[in-house]
């Protein structure tokens, strides 16, 4: 199984901040990976598919990218509603894994 | 609108059998490889098992292999997942998803709400 680790385990920032959230695959996974946000409550939503395209109404300040074993997601302008967790997941090869998360508050 | 709804969830005794629904609506449900993620209490998500658009292909993490049958039928637009053997550490809320393999990258683009299975005597 691959394995994703995402760091920071958790971090907190202000509104009007730029974060990243970085995230390592225990091998090349090319750039088979994608990036949700779960809610308390709530289902995870995609934001990022294939390291950087961004998912259809997904606001511009979030972008991700990398290649390989190394990616990041950076959510530049904080805002409240982006308060959440957040996990990267890889589509190389099954079983699909997902990182551990990392719970962002602003 | 495209939608996900699961059902089927509750409680059930170790060793003991279930079977999760999940109803599609708004997109053409046999274009798309569909997959189940379960997320137990207080913890991350763990990908379950996919199927391709015509049921003929099934892939399942190595925890519940065995145990749990993924299919669907294209006709009721409904993914299914039978779970049998049940134990107390599969105990999550289950998630259908929806992946598009869009120019051979699979991702997760829409999510149902979840039904929460309880194994506890």
């Known amino acids: 199984d691959i394995q994703m680790t995402q760091s920071p385990s958790s971090l907190s920032a202000s509104v009007g901040d730029r974060v990243t959230i970085t995230c390592r695959a225990g091998?090349?996974?090319?750039?088979?990976l994608n990036w949700f946000q779960q809610k308390p409550g709530k289902a995870p939503k995609l934001l990022i598919y294939?390291?950087?395209s961004l998912q259809s109404g997904v606001p511009s300040r979030i972008s991700g990218s990398g290649s390989g074993t190394d990616f990041t997601l950076t959510i530049s302008s904080l805002q409240p509603e982006d308060s959440a967790t957040y996990y990267c997941?890889?589509?190389?090869?099954?079983?699909?894994?997902f990182g551990r998360g990392t719970k962002l508050e602003i | 609108e495209v939608q996900l709804v699961e059902s089927g969830g509750g409680l059930v005794q170790p060793g003991g059998s279930l079977r999760l629904s999940c109803a599609a609506s708004g997109f053409t449900f046999n274009s798309y490889w569909m997959h189940w993620v379960r997320q137990a209490p207080g913890k991350g998500l763990l990908w379950v098992s996919r199927i391709n658009g015509d049921g003929r292909r099934t892939t399942y993490a190595d925890s519940v292999k065995g145990r749990f049958t993924i299919s669907r039928d294209n006709a009721k637009n409904t993914l299914y997942l039978q779970m049998n053997s049940l134990r107390a550490e599969d105990t999550a809320v289950y998630y259908c998803?929806?992946?598009?393999?869009?120019?051979?990258?699979?991702?997760?683009?829409?999510w149902g709400k979840g039904t929460t299975v309880t194994v506890s005597s």
């Open positions: 091998q090349n996974i090319r750039n088979y």
């Open positions: 997941q890889q589509s190389y090869s099954t079983p699909y894994t």
């Open positions: 294939a390291a950087s």
């Open positions: 998803a929806r992946d598009p393999d869009y120019n051979g990258f699979s991702f997760m683009d829409v």
